[in-house]
């Protein structure tokens, strides 16, 4: 089995439950074409109307009157299209929870309302072409709480597993039967509260993980079983492009963002202006250095740390991936803007020393709330869903072509 | 180096994301933001009865609950952290969130919590146990962690000196009652700091005044009412919008006349709701003759809100001159209430109806009034509303309202027969914000209007 089969299982999943809203309204639909039926206590054939309160598209409302008209035929009504005939209005609405099926029968006072609720789903995202290169995005896992970073895991022998970092815990999951099942997890433990936009890191190196938290260094391993210690640490963050590690980065104590010290091997240490997150590529033999500084600017320096220029179109999640089909080092960049407003992330490459897009924008429908390389051509991002506020990880994939 | 830089952004500009503004995704930390309220609060007491819209939201910038709600309406964890209840759902059990302290540096601690829960909830023994509280209640009580996700779940602290102190997001630094509260961020927060260092509120401004005030770059945040929404939207500024949860409705005085069913009916045929909604309210929100939105029941557009004038005329032209002449009174804190009126008035005429408009009259037969939803549950939202605007007997709310979507539209057509209440409108909270004010992962207002200040950030703020 391709290690990569079980991360196509959570987005399978996405489709059936989109399958499965309309199945659940058609099925909605003929109970209350059965009360109907009960009722109108009539044989006298009745005129069918539809609408839509609810959002949607119109396919729906036709599955769901078909649904409902054949259910009123195979309970002995007749329906026509003769004006003046009585009546039967169905309404599909929707409140907060539920979508609402609403039958009127007849007119005014002697109108007779009878309603049948069907659980709301999620709705579906539109997909992105991509002109060059190709950023695909495939959904991995999909949670309440908000996801901080999740890697797969793979040890020798041992089926595919799913590591993820929230908050509250470290959680490994196995695939069985189709689907992801937790089958550990170990609370995490920080030496202080969490800051508001809560960050961190999962790096996994064979058996053994650490998860970087404000203020906290986690270690641990996943077998024989998930064990986890955590402690206070001032430690820098990874830097990396693709799978290499280029640099530490210091988070700001309590806050989202890093402090500006960075360390590189072999280097020392720069004192940068602060930045939510930094990424780094080769270019020409030496990394070329991107910071999404806290000023909404991405600052670029040589591998001198001589400036190198500025970047105004990027938001404040990068990550950078080692270089592929031929070109510099990609790197991968969430738009500017509101949490309010739909989210992307686009790939960049180097051509000439300069960036140019690589690939279309690939669309999330909430804010990106974390971005991180995770392997020489992909990178996990974490968006929230906007209706349901989960947090939902993607890989990220860029393959060449278009 | 130069030539590089200029080629990235000239590159970027023209190929990346397209016109986007130079925003950055994550928030800043720092800053204070300036608000200008309409309404005036007296008291930081939570739980002061009949508590304003305006001290409702000051208190939730300062105290939490012990259970919160989604968004959907749902129970969640907030200061305690699970709950469990025994088979009879008499007998609950609330563990606390460990590590919480008021903001006058007190632990939260079992003893502190049972004392505020008792203070606000009604029927039960509330005590302390070993890392939460025991709530026992007189009946079954299976909407428990719902009720205390509303007012009687509001955990605060008392001090000898009669001081308040909550373990909210934001903590009172300066207090002038009525006109003036500055808060600092809660640095300790369960939920994390505020982005903001601090929030300061000036309360009993006119809507003009705060409209110039956020032109003038005094304010960062203002209400707009329904007529001001194109004055406060223009130029493209951003804005905060609840869903349109207030109820706009005419409410009939129980011990006054017009107790003939057929002058209520009368008038409530003869309102033009789409011209108001279209002129006045700038087309803000949504027309209604249901009690609870469309929005939050599903079922709301079954109640008429069409014109019937000729109806009206006959229903009122059966009735005695003396029926026929009614007073109205409107509060003119309510965005737009004397435009609102005086509009009602001028439909009512057009069915033989007069009406003599004017504000705060407590011995008026009819009231203009403007009532927001308290909670995200239908049920409970209709049993609140029905209370708040004396329907309570016809709404049996302490039976428990049902749940199911067609009992409950059972209930509110019982609720709406008789005409004493005719609901007109349900509106937005609208806030319009000054360009430096943005908000991570979650609106600035919640659905029901509530302020989620903790959230919000500023652009030029310092780090």
């Known amino acids: ?402 | 180096m130069r030539r590089s830089a200029f080629f990235w952004l000239a590159v970027l500009s023209t190929q990346a994301f397209g016109p986007y503004g130079r925003a950055a995704t994550r928030p800043h930390y720092g800053g204070t933001l300036h608000i200008e309220w309409r309404g005036a609060v007296s008291s930081l007491d939570p739980t002061e009865p009949d508590r304003s819209p305006a001290a409702l939201r000051l208190d939730a910038l300062l105290f939490d609950h012990l259970v919160g709600v989604d968004d959907s309406g749902q129970p969640r964890p907030a200061l305690a952290v699970a709950w469990q209840h025994d088979p009879a759902e008499r007998r609950w059990y609330f563990r606390l969130r460990s590590g919480i302290r008021f903001h006058d540096g007190a632990p939260l601690s079992p003893t502190a919590a049972a004392a505020a829960v008792q203070a606000t909830l009604k029927g039960a023994a509330v005590s302390p146990a070993a890392d939460g509280i025991t709530i026992q209640c007189e009946t079954p009580c299976p909407d428990l962690p719902s009720e205390l996700a509303r007012a009687a779940g509001v955990i605060f602290a008392r001090s000898p000196n009669g001081n308040i102190s909550g373990t909210g997001p934001f903590q009172v630094a300066r207090w002038e009652p009525g006109k003036h509260a500055v808060l600092t961020a809660n640095e300790n927060y369960w939920e994390g700091r505020p982005f903001l260092d601090a929030v300061e509120i000036d309360m009993g401004r006119s809507a003009r005044d705060q409209l110039i005030d956020l032109e003038l770059g005094r304010a960062d945040v203002a209400e707009i009412g329904p007529g001001d929404t194109r004055r406060g939207g223009e130029r493209g500024r951003k804005t905060w919008t609840s869903a349109p949860a207030d109820l706009v409705a005419l409410v009939f005085s129980a011990s006054r006349p017009a107790e003939d069913t057929r002058v209520r009916e009368a008038l409530a045929l003869s309102i033009d709701r789409a011209a108001i909604y279209n002129v006045l309210l700038q087309r803000q929100g949504e027309i209604s003759g249901g009690l609870l939105p469309q929005w939050l029941s599903g079922y709301a557009f079954l109640f008429p809100t069409t014109p019937d004038l000729g109806r009206a005329r006959r229903l009122a032209a059966g009735l005695p001159p003396a029926a026929r002449s009614l007073s109205l009174s409107y509060d003119p804190a309510v965005p737009a209430a004397r435009l609102l009126a005086e509009r009602i008035a001028v439909n009512a005429r057009d069915a033989g109806i007069t009406l003599q408009v004017g504000a705060l009259n407590p011995r008026a037969d009819l009231r203009l009034v403007q009532a927001g939803i308290s909670s995200l549950d239908p049920g409970r939202a209709l049993a609140d509303l029905s209370a708040r605007l004396g329907l309570r007997e016809a709404a049996e709310p302490d039976s428990g309202l049902p749940a199911a979507p067609e009992a409950l539209y059972a209930a509110e057509k019982r609720l709406l027969e008789g005409f004493r209440v005719v609901p007109l409108f349900h509106v937005p909270e609208v806030c319009a914000l000054s360009a430096r004010v943005h908000t991570w992962l979650a609106p600035g207002l919640t659905r029901l209007g509530a302020w989620r200040l903790a959230d919000v950030w500023l652009a030029e703020s310092n780090p």
């Open chain 1, 1 to 402: 089995m391709n290690r990569w089969c079980g991360l196509l299982l959570p987005g399978l999943f996405l489709a059936t439950q989109l399958a499965l809203t309309g199945q659940n309204l058609e099925s909605t639909a003929r109970d209350l074409a059965r009360q109907v039926a009960a009722a109108a206590g009539t044989r006298e054939a009745v005129l069918l109307t539809a609408r839509k309160l609810s959002v949607g598209g119109a396919e729906e409302l036709d599955g769901i009157r078909l649904a409902f008209e054949a259910e009123l035929r195979s309970q002995g009504m007749r329906l026509t299209d003769r004006p003046g005939a009585p009546e039967v209005r169905l309404t599909l609405s929707q409140n907060l929870t539920s979508y609402l099926l609403v039958a009127e029968l007849g007119r005014a006072e002697e109108r007779h309302v009878l309603m049948a609720a069907a659980p709301r789903q999620l709705s579906a995202v539109p997909a992105v072409p991509a002109p060059t290169m190709v950023l695909e995005k495939k959904l991995v896992w999909e949670q309440e709480q908000p996801i901080l970073d999740l890697t797969l895991t793979a040890p020798s022998g041992a089926p595919p597993g799913l590591l993820i970092l929230d908050p509250a815990k470290v959680a490994l999951y196995a695939e069985r039967g189709g689907h992801w099942e937790e089958q550990q997890s170990q609370p995490v433990v920080l030496s202080r509260s969490w800051p508001r936009d809560p960050r961190g890191r999962l790096l996994l190196n064979g058996n053994a993980f650490q998860a970087y938290l404000p203020g906290t260094l986690c270690r641990g391993v996943i077998q024989p079983s998930l064990t986890m210690e955590c402690h206070e640490s001032a430690d820098g963050w990874p830097l990396e492009a693709g799978t290499r590690l280029l640099g530490l980065a210091g988070l700001a104590a309590g806050a989202n963002y890093f402090d500006g010290r960075v360390v590189t091997a072999p280097g020392g240490a720069r004192h940068l202006p602060p930045f939510y997150s930094g990424a780094a590529v080769e270019d020409q033999g030496g990394p070329l250095w991107f910071f999404a500084a806290l000023d909404g600017r991405t600052y670029l320096y040589n591998s001198a740390w001589e400036p190198a220029g500025t970047v105004d179109q990027w938001g404040s999640d990068l990550a950078g991936l080692e270089p592929a089909c031929g070109l510099g080092g990609p790197v991968l960049a969430v738009r500017p803007g509101d949490f309010s407003e739909p989210d992307a992330v686009q790939a960049f490459t180097l051509v000439n020393r300069s960036a140019v897009p690589a690939s279309a924008p690939v669309a999330f429908p909430g804010p990106v709330t974390a971005l991180w390389p995770a392997g020489r051509s992909s990178a996990i991002a974490v968006a929230q869903e906007p209706d349901t506020r989960h947090y939902a990880a993607f890989r990220l994939l860029l393959a060449c072509g278009s």
